[in-house]
């Protein structure tokens, strides 16, 4: 299947912990990018990465570092995690330019992985 | 400042036709997408504007006014699954990968 996947789904984690989430995409996309959507389901842009280069970083919290080893995959890691770190955490792709028949940087989103710190 | 507007909840019935608006008050524009997520699902794609006017698919059409900065999505005939959030975005103009969102309306479709 051409996809965006994310690893874990599901990660239940304690205060302090830190954790990693993987992102990889087969649809060929330069772009990538990590969203966080709280409970009032604000997606909230963090990071954006074009072809491994870092190009939208938002004001986010250090303990957050993405890496992009290849085009293709975007980890996000994070350390000393906190009860407000809990939400979804969204990975999507882009393309540099339009397929036939899609809208110019359409992004395509991963099913997402639900964080909870206790 | 950067700024979208959308109507928090919204309900209609199966069968009806239900328009939800969407404004904008942004730096720059450079195109808006519509884009729909059920409960516990990700983001899935819609329509995308960037000339004022409708463009139809299916039971779904957007609208774009770019001088009032305005957007609706229209549903017709509403079925049970269109239950689910709607959620407007505008591409920024000063980074074309970087799209700004609306807080989203929840849909609810009623028998």
């Known amino acids: 299947d051409t996809a965006v996947s994310q690893t874990p789904k599901y990660l239940v984690t304690q205060m302090g912990n830190d954790k990693s989430i993987k992102c990889e995409q087969n649809l060929g996309h330069d772009t990538m990018y990590w969203y966080k959507q709280d409970s009032k389901k604000f997606l909230k842009i963090m990071f954006s990465?074009?072809?491994?280069?870092?190009?939208i970083n938002e004001t986010v919290p250090n303990r957050f570092s993405p890496k992009s080893p290849d085009k293709a995959h975007l980890n996000l890691h994070i350390n000393s995690l906190e009860l407000g770190d809990s939400a979804v955490y969204f990975c999507?792709?882009?393309?540099?330019?339009?397929?036939?028949?899609?809208?110019?940087?359409?992004?395509?989103f991963g099913p997402g992985t639900r964080l909870t710190v206790t | 400042g950067q700024n979208i507007d959308q109507p928090t909840e919204m309900t209609a019935t199966e069968g009806a036709i239900v328009q939800i608006n969407c404004t904008y008050q942004?730096?720059?524009?450079?195109?808006l997408f519509w884009y729909q997520q059920h409960a516990g699902e990700a983001p899935t794609f819609l329509s995308y504007?960037?000339l004022d006017g409708l463009e139809e698919k299916g039971r779904f059409s957007s609208f774009l006014s770019r001088s009032k900065g305005y957007s609706y999505l229209l549903l017709k005939e509403l079925q049970m699954k269109d239950s689910a959030s709607y959620l407007c975005?505008?591409?920024?103009?000063?980074?074309?990968?970087?799209?700004?969102w609306g807080l989203g309306t929840s849909l609810a479709v009623n028998p």
């Open positions: 504007n960037v």
């Open positions: 942004t730096s720059g524009f450079n195109g």
């Open positions: 975005a505008v591409r920024d103009a000063g980074n074309n990968r970087k799209l700004i």
């Open positions: 990465y074009n072809n491994k280069e870092l190009i």
């Open positions: 999507a792709s882009s393309p540099l330019a339009p397929s036939s028949g899609r809208a110019p940087y359409e992004q395509y």
